[in-house]
Nanobody
């Protein structure tokens, strides 16, 4: 019954900004981590940014200093603020979460993906 809903993707010019949101809902007891993956043309899928429940974060080298991940724990929502966007950031971004359900079982869930397009 857990689902992730992504929003905030779109078209922006190089140097511009976008803010992605991902809200988790359902029978969630605890969220251990949330973040985004992406897969650029000719590349393997990579972890863009991740935030743990304790607040620790990590980023891909290619986005450090430009992207910021944050979480609203009360709403089970994670945000990715993307600044100084480059054309090479163009791809589909997939939200994910690692969580514990009411059953005490651990699960991984993926969002539907949101398109980010950066024009020159």
């Amino acid at each position: 019954q857990v689902q992730l809903v992504e929003s905030g993707g779109g078209l922006v010019q190089a140097g511009g900004s976008l803010r992605l949101s991902c809200a988790a809902s359902g029978s969630i007891l605890r969220i251990n981590a949330m973040g985004w993956y992406r897969q650029a043309p000719g590349k393997q899928r990579e972890l863009v940014a991740q935030i743990l429940s304790q607040g620790m974060t990590n980023y891909a080298d290619s986005v450090k200093g430009r992207f910021t991940i944050s979480m609203d724990n009360a709403k089970n929502t994670v945000y990715l603020q993307m600044n100084s966007l480059k054309p090479e950031d163009t791809t589909v971004y997939y939200c994910y979460t690692k969580l514990v359900a009411y059953s005490s079982n651990q699960y991984d869930y993926w969002g539907q993906g949101t398109q980010v397009t950066v024009s020159s």
